[in-house]
């Protein structure tokens, strides 16, 4: 099929990638350079790339209205300069939305989160004024057509599950990103040993449902376990979990694996049983809270975190009251939290009784304030503790560096440590969203 609003443009050799949304989209954004990289493609700066990647993300808010904005943007500020990039849609909203975004914005790739490594062919094929357009979810998963991962830094994501088969009422999720599919324990394993010789001291697992993660009868414990044998690889963590996929023998490995680190984010949503199956979550609000209970007693340092939603359809002010009531008895240690955004096409979305947003935004101050005050105390409680901090990035002062506490606290530190270095520190003192540590003698 050619497509007639698409003009001939000379192949690309320069790129950018911009990745919104979750840690997956990191991910995947990554290894489009990568795969872009391995083309002889230089990476620059959007502003002046030849082909730029928009890695969309569709969870909440505005999000198609977002990128069709973006590219209106990319293109003025190109066409400023005499320039016509090419512009790829990769991610969610093009899973969503398909050809409607090369009808609505011309855009020259649209490729989804499941085909991103037939970029190159998209990309040629644009090159050549063909339509190129990509949103299967093919069976046989994206990973073994990608190239070796080449510049690492010490805390790497590795995907080892996607999709999600949980149809929550209000996620689009499920749709964009496909049903649940594990790759492969020997992929894994692989790819996690390739990732520690490249550099990675940490790998945080990544899946939209990670406990879920299953090779025949292994569960993602068993590739803990497999992963904490690894040499030089010093720290392992995974996101994010359901509460339902959460298995004792995940949760023992909190207790056996040292390398496994103390934190959890397990997404809980609400804390009304009436509004938590309204959401299909299929877990009340005591079976969420005896799992926390169980996680807790294999590991009672443990940092738990989750998702909540406020002004779900329905939710009055007695349910949302027991989201903050649930909040108080759990203590989360850090935790994100959104305003119920209307996804098309998902069942929530054509409720009755949806929320106003002036309620929404009362009950979002009202929730986030908790949250805050709650991660204000799990930071002052841990003042004092010595723990070892994997060194991840330059801070903004001479000599300042800043990395991950095993609670996954950013901490800030002044030493002569490099990066990569995992330091043993002390957790001097808690500011509002980080630490400060001193070097233990
Ligand atoms: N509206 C608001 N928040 C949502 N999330 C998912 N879908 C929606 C929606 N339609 C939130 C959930 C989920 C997180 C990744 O995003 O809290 O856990
Ligand atoms: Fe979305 Fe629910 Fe699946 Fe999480 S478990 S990805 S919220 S459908």
């Not at 207790?255 to 496994?260: C, F, G, I, S």
Request: with cysteine; proline share 5%.
């Amino acid at each position: 099929m050619s497509d007639a609003t698409t003009a001939p443009k000379t192949a690309p050799k320069t790129y950018a990638v911009k990745s919104f949304g979750c840690q997956m989209n990191v991910y995947d954004g990554d290894r489009m350079g990568e795969l872009m990289a391995a083309q002889g493609l230089t990476q620059v700066d959007p502003k002046d790339a030849d082909l730029v990647v928009l890695n969309t993300c569709h969870i909440r808010e505005r999000a198609t209205e977002k990128v069709y904005s973006d590219i209106g943007r990319l293109r003025k500020d190109a066409g400023k300069q005499g320039r016509t990039p090419m512009i790829a849609v990769a991610g969610c909203v093009a899973q969503a939305e398909g050809a409607e975004i090369v009808r609505r914005a011309k855009v020259d790739v649209v490729v989804g989160p499941q085909a991103y490594h037939n970029l190159p062919d998209l990309v040629a094929k644009a090159a050549r004024g063909e339509a190129a357009l990509d949103t299967d979810m093919p069976v046989d998963l994206k990973f073994g057509h990608l190239p070796a991962r080449r510049r690492v830094p010490p805390s790497a994501f590795l995907t080892v599950q996607e999709g999600c088969d949980k149809f929550c009422t209000y996620c689009v999720v499920p749709y964009t990103r496909g049903g649940e599919v594990s790759r492969s324990w020997g992929q894994i394993v692989d790819e996690a040993k390739a990732l520690v010789d490249a550099g990675a001291r940490e790998l945080t697992l990544l899946g939209q449902n990670v406990n879920a993660w299953t090779d025949g009868a292994r569960g993602l414990h068993d590739l803990i376990a497999a992963l904490d044998a690894i040499p030089g690889l010093a720290r392992i963590r995974y996101t994010t979990s359901h509460p339902n996929d959460m298995t004792q023998g995940l949760i023992d490995a909190h207790a056996q694996v040292e390398k496994l680190m103390p934190f959890l984010h397990l997404p809980v949503q609400a804390g009304s049983d009436r509004i938590l199956k309204a959401m299909n979550r299929s877990h009340s609000r005591d079976s969420y809270r005896r799992i926390l209970d169980r996680v807790r007693a294999a590991r009672p340092d443990i940092a738990l975190s989750g998702d909540f939603i406020v002004g779900f359809p329905g939710e009055t002010e007695a349910d949302f009251r027991e989201t903050l009531s649930l909040v108080d008895a759990v203590g989360y240690a850090q935790a994100y939290s959104f305003k119920y955004s209307p996804r098309p096409g998902t069942p929530a979305a054509t409720m009755g009784d949806q929320v106003p947003e002036d309620v929404m935004d009362d009950r979002l101050q009202r929730l986030q304030a908790a949250l805050n005050r709650d991660q204000a105390a799990f930071n002052a409680a841990t003042v004092g503790r010595t723990c070892q901090v994997l060194m991840e990035r330059a801070g903004k002062l001479p000599g300042q560096l800043i990395g991950k506490s095993p609670w996954l606290q950013s901490v800030h530190l002044v030493s002569d440590a490099a990066i990569g270095d995992l330091v043993e520190v002390t957790l001097a003192e808690a500011g509002a969203n980080s630490m400060l540590g001193q070097r233990s003698l």
